[in-house]
């Protein structure tokens, strides 16, 4: 038997990105003694809905973890609903016990309108999407919620949509959406989220 100091972390990435967009967060941790993993939603581009690429996620999980090992999830942007969608509605909420969201559009995105794929409509403010996955958004005060974002989003807007009001919330001046990933101190206050010793 083997025991671990820390649950390994998943990290999933966002619209036309793939895991690689994770790299410098991933080393970070990496070395810091955590296990760290991602993976590549397919198609990445709004084609598919959300929810198979939640599935997506759960199959990632099947297949690489013991089934009674718990885990610690980081979602980006859309990766963040996508996790949400494996929590909430595929049994996640069950072995995820740390999720943290970063720039994530919690109730939707006015820049989503400027596109009607599949994937793009379900990320517009009071879609059918979101509307149910916020429908019982308490589930995730079982487990240690995190949502980090800035409110100089230009891709979440309004940039308050990644407020959930449960868990923590951490609000930091990163001025783009994409540096969220790389700047300092979202890296350290990852790494602090996802190390922390669990509330009884």
């Not at 793939?18 to 990445?44: C, E, I, W």
């Not at 609903?81 to 970063?102: A, D």
């Not at 487990?143 to 980090?148: A, E, G, K, W």
Request: glycine residues 8%; contains cysteine.
């Amino acid at each position: 038997m083997t025991t671990t100091q820390h649950n390994p972390v998943l990290l999933v990435h966002g619209i036309n990105d793939t895991g690689a967009v994770f790299n410098k967060m991933a080393f970070y941790l990496r070395q810091r003694g955590l296990s760290v993993h991602t993976l590549d939603l397919f198609p990445n581009n709004g084609v598919e809905v959300l929810d198979k690429l939640g599935q997506q996620v759960a199959d990632y999980i099947d297949n690489t973890f013991e089934s009674e090992q718990p885990l610690n999830l980081v979602g980006f942007s859309m990766g963040g609903i996508v996790s949400r969608y494996y929590i909430q509605r595929l049994g996640g909420i069950k072995r995820v016990q740390r999720f943290i969201t970063i720039s994530s559009p919690h109730k939707g995105t006015i820049v989503a309108y400027g596109s009607w794929l599949p994937g793009c409509l379900q990320m517009r403010p009071h879609s059918l999407f979101l509307e149910d996955l916020n429908s019982d958004v308490q589930m995730l005060k079982q487990l240690n919620f995190t949502s980090i974002w800035t409110p100089y989003d230009l891709m979440i807007l309004p940039a308050t949509s990644s407020q959930l009001g449960i868990g923590k919330e951490i609000v930091l001046p990163v001025i783009l959406h994409p540096l969220m990933l790389t700047n300092t101190q979202v890296l350290a206050i990852v790494l602090e989220r996802l190390t922390e010793p669990m509330k009884l």
